[in-house]
């Protein structure tokens, strides 16, 4: 299954360049050129560390395969947070003006991820035994943040027009099974003794999973997008345009009369009917 998976990366990175997706989408065209190069490396030092020789050697052979191991799905997660921006903006691209304020959050989902894992690391290990929690718990935030954009297409598919077979939502569907099966594999860690162990099976089956859907969707035609058609007084139009107006500067922005069901416009027919209400007693009175 492990060779499967390496072949599947390889021929699904020279799918990918040889079609022109990487033009569309960069980030994850360096994640699978990363992913196809690393993996055989890593599998050729771990067989020649299993070979019978001297313990210095072994422990050389060792170090160098976990710093590229922790170099690798470092890198890997910083690409993965340039991944779902690419998805993200290709989904709302009928919506630019929401899709670049949107994006402005994304930077700092990461930093908070990045210190609550880096914090919960370090509290719990010392550098560098603290490595490992560091890239597992990076790797979680990424996972957790794959399965929310997931969700969110998954809800928003009928507003934007988003096909099932826009290769958007099939990265990140495949990305979605493949943190299902990080998940798995972090809640039966402690669990596994050998690498004969079930859960190994049905990890490595959810990544090749993964790129098979990735191989699919890059194979298969993908249909024109649909337009999307709103009234120029939707909330959603209007929020569009305050997105694309924020940020720039030097433009003269017309400032209309509020919309009905807005707050002042209550309070001011609130105020209206107080003074009328006023005038009455005063006539009355009179």
Request: glycine share 6%; proline share 5%.
């Amino acid at each position: 299954m492990t060779g499967v998976e390496f072949f599947l990366w390889a021929v699904l990175g020279i799918l990918f360049w040889n079609k022109g997706l990487h033009r569309r989408f960069p980030a994850m065209g360096y994640y699978l050129a990363l992913r196809a190069i690393s993996g055989p490396l890593m599998l050729l030092l771990l067989y020649e560390a299993s070979q019978p020789g001297s313990p210095v050697r072994y422990h050389l052979l060792y170090k160098v395969y976990s710093i590229d191991f922790y170099a690798t799905y470092l890198v890997a997660a910083v690409l993965l947070f340039f991944i779902y921006i690419e998805v993200f903006r290709a989904a709302m691209a009928p919506f630019p003006g929401i899709a670049r304020l949107s994006v402005a959050v994304f930077p700092w989902v990461a930093f908070a991820s990045v210190i609550v894992s880096l914090s919960s690391a370090f509290y719990a290990h010392q550098f560098p035994c603290a490595m490992g929690s560091i890239v597992c718990g990076v790797e979680r935030a990424v996972g957790v943040l794959s399965l929310c954009l997931l969700v969110f297409l998954c809800l928003s598919m009928k507003a934007l027009r988003l096909s099932v077979r826009d290769l958007s939502f099939g990265i990140t569907l495949g990305f979605g099974v493949m943190s299902s099966g990080d998940f798995v594999m972090a809640s039966w860690a402690s669990h596994i003794k050998s690498l004969s162990d079930p859960v190994e099976f049905v990890y490595e089956s959810l990544i090749l999973a993964a790129l098979a859907v990735w191989t699919t969707y890059s194979i298969l035609p993908e249909p024109a997008r649909k337009p999307i058609l709103v009234p120029a007084n939707s909330t959603i139009y209007r929020w569009n345009e305050i997105a694309t107006a924020l940020g720039h500067t030097g433009t003269r922005v017309v400032v209309q009369q509020p919309a009905n069901g807005f707050f002042l416009s209550d309070v001011e027919r609130v105020v209206e009917k107080a003074l009328a209400r006023n005038m009455k007693d005063r006539k009355s009175e009179t």
